[in-house]
Structures are given as C-alpha cells and as structure tokens.
C-alpha cells in the first residue's frame, strides 16, 4: 500500500514538473491567465469590502465572515482545480487514444488523468487566498479548537465531494465521449458557492444543500468556523462525501470495465 | 449588406441548432445572476434604499445586468483567436466579404438568442420571488436606453476583436483575452454597480470607456441621470466607439500585414 502510494506520488510529481515546464514555456498566455485570475479573486474581494462600507451586516454576517465564506470558497475551487484540471481533458484522452496508453501503465488510470494537468497557475492564485485567509482569522473572535478542526476537516470534506464530482464526469466521458457541458455546468454552478448559502430562497438553497452539493463544500467549513453549523449538519456532510466518493468511484470502475477502446 | 444579413441569418439557425450549448451557456450565466441578485436582496434586507438606489433600482440594475450582460458580453473572441492561430483565417480574408462585418453579423445573431434567453429568465425570476422591477418613468428613457446598449454592444465587440487580433503576434493571445474578459466585467460594473467603489477609483473607471458597457446604460434606464446627463453620456459613448473603431481598424490592418497564415 505505502509503496504503491509512494509510485503514485512519484508519478504525479513527475507529471506536475512536465507541466510546470509547458506553463513556464507559454509565458505570456500564462502570465495573462494568471493576472486574470488575480483580478477575479481582487476585484470581487474589493467589492465585497467596498459594499461593507455602506453597511454594517449581510444577512446577519459581518465583513469578516463573508471574508471567511468567499475565500474559503476560493480555498476549497483553487485546490480541486490544482489537483483534478488534468479530468478536463478526459474526453481528448478517450478520444486521442491516450486513455488506452494510461489503462496498460501500472498505476491507475484516474490518476494518470488528473495528473496531466497540474496548474500552477491556481497555485500561485491560492497563496494570496491563503494570506487573506489568515488575516480575516486574525480578525474573527477567539476560534476554538473544535471550531478550527472542523473547519478544516470540512474543507477537506468539500475537496472530496469536488473529486467525486470530476471522477464522475471523467466516467461519463469514457461512456460518452461527453465532458465539456457536465463540467462547464459544475464551474458555472460553482458561482454559487461564492456567498454563503443562507442568502438564496429555500428552494434554491436546498438545492445547493441536498442536489448539487456546492453549499456543503464550501460554505459548511466556515459555518462550522463561525460556530453556525449543527453537528447534525456536519455529520451529514461526511456521509454525503463519504457516498459520494463511493459512487463515483464504483461509476468509474463500471465505466473502466466497459471501455472496449474508442480510438483504436 | 444583404450577404450580411445571410450570414446573420445562418449563425442564427446555427445557434438555434445547438441547443446544448445555448443552454449550457444560459446555465452558467444564469447561476451568476442567481448569486447576483440573492447577494443584493441580502445587501437590501429590509432597507428602502442603498448608495442612492431605491430597492427597486438596485435589484432591477441586477435584472438590467443579465440582459446587458447577454447581449453585451457574448463574443467570438475565442474563435477568432482560434481562426487566426490555426490559419482558418486565411479562407475568409480571401472571400469578397469584409471580416469585421463577418463577425459582427455572427456575433449578432449569437447576442439576439442570448438576449431572448435573458428576457426569459429574467421574467421568470420576477416573477417567481416577485421581484421589484423599477419601470422607466419618461418614455424617452427608453430610446435612450436602447441606443446606449446598442452602443456599449458594440463597444465591447470592437474590444474583443482588437484583444483578439493580438493571435496575429503571438500564439499566446488566449491568456490576455482572458485576462481582458474578466477585467472588463468587473470595471464595467456587471457584478456590482461601480458607485460602491471608492471616490478615487470610481474616477479612474469613469475615465475608461468601460463602465459605458453597463454602468451607465443601466442608470439611464434607471433614470438616475437627468435627460441632459444621459445625452452627454451618449455622446462621450459614441467618441469612445469611434476612437476604439479607429484602434481596431489600425491594429487589424497591423495584424494582417504580420499574419504568415501558419496552418492555413
């Protein structure tokens, strides 16, 4: 087990360092994709405490605590975006044949896709969001510990529900041959998660609770963080990731199985 | 003209074709205008006004926005700096047809459905949450109103073209269309009206023709600008179309005398 973990690590860092090396060799696109996404997490970061200067709560929360709910957001989809880009390319990799390069390598073919694609970009985006993370819990009151360990096992917990979702795209795109309209509506959704659920009608914020996970992901961490989030709550969370997992996992085995090879 | 409207017509059937896709981009821009609108119905609670916008005003700005942004926004620039980096260009430059007309018309026809489509969903959301929808009082307002976002539609089509044509020098232009895409949202106040904004920067944004994508349509329709004001905005809109028309045409008029049909 250690040993094959160790492989796979091994493989991963490798990939990582080939993409490190294609990034660094597309320097200006880079650069442009990088300072884009430093605009997007700055500007929106700026509205959110311009608009707090012209009030004193939203919805009963506090500059700090939407703070707390839009970068752990940004925290929870940098990180899923870090690890899991490479299952965007799923479907080119079904259909370039590469899907039946990976499935004869000894390691496993679902990590082998997501490790095409390590972005360092969103690398270099989430240590801004860290910074601002820890400054925004500088200014929250005394944080215990229970309150921070679940924080964190939470995030954690979203970062498992968001692989879950990409091994499950990444299944339908070997069924399929379909990728871009599944994922593209996970990002789109993903905006959602931006503010802290409780602002959106019932409807909607069931939804994003019981259907599309996304409040779960990253709103659940910092409500545990504030103090707002029954254990009910959380522990439903961890069945939901734990389910999740295992669904999309057994999905993707199914899929594996089925596979007869579309390119070759 | 007429081979215009053909191509108009075309990519209209062509759109409407692809139903998936339309609705994929629907989706996506609907879950931001869901997070938009619920964020400031949050802002709002129980407040009769914020930063000089009556309730109505403000969520309306919100309903203003998905239209503008629908028909404002959506743009082939990806295409375009697709077409030129793979050679494609090279087909239609040889046509007796001009090109910036080519992609206006098809770019039209992709703003018309999307328009259509946010008309819906706009009507949907009011009246499902029963929405306050701030109706023009002076029916000047709305000619007003229509030559602004005709001309602010343009305004980011000739943007777009010209950031694009970058891919004449560079097969990187993807990262700063990008980088532009994102920047242009937020100082064109599409997320968040730019009052909220400091005094300093506020001045910095005016100075830009940015905000005249959808800043300041939308105080027209809100009336928060007298008749005079609206005129002179139009007027200042319509120097700025020109000075970005004059760009476009010289660094195009550049990119083809660089281009070496790569892949053509």
Known sequence: MTASL??????????AWMSLGQQLSYGVGAAGFLLGKLIRLFFFFAYLVAIFKHTNSLAGYSLTDIAVFFLTFNLVDIVAQIFFRGIYSARRAVEDGDLDYYLIQPCSPLMRMAATMVDFLDIVTVLPVLGLLAATWHRLPAVGVWHAAAYVLLILNGLAIAFSIHV??????????????????????????RFPIDIYAAPLRWTLVLLVPIGVMTSFPSQALLGTLSLGWACYAIALAAAALGASLWFWRRSIDQYTSVSS | M?????????????????????LMDRVGGLAAFLAIYFFWSAVLGSKDAFLGYSRAQMLTYVLAMNLLRAFVFTGRGWELVNEISSGKISSYLLRPISYIGYTLSLDMAQKTVHLVSAVLEVAVLVYLVGAPVYVPQRAETWLL??????????????????????????????????????FLQFAAGTFFPIDVLPAGLQAALRMTPFPYLVFFPINIFLERVSRGEAAKLLLIQGCWLAAIFLATRLVWARGLKSYAAEGG
């Open chain 1, 6 to 15: 160790g492989k796979h690590f091994r493989v991963w860092r490798r990939m």
């Open chain 1, 168 to 193: 499950l795209v990444a299944g339908i795109a070997v069924r399929t041959q379909e990728l871009e309209n599944t994922i593209w509506i996970y990002r789109d959704l993903m905006f959602l998660g």
């Open chain 2, 2 to 22: 007429r081979k215009y409207l053909h191509v108009f017509s075309i990519s209209l059937q062509n759109v409407l074709q692809r139903r998936a896709s339309l």
């Open chain 2, 145 to 182: 109103f229509a030559a602004a976002t005709a001309a602010s539609s343009l305004i980011f089509f000739l943007l777009e073209f010209m950031v694009s044509s970058l891919a004449f020098w560079t097969s990187q232009s993807g990262g700063p269309l990008f980088c532009f895409e994102l």
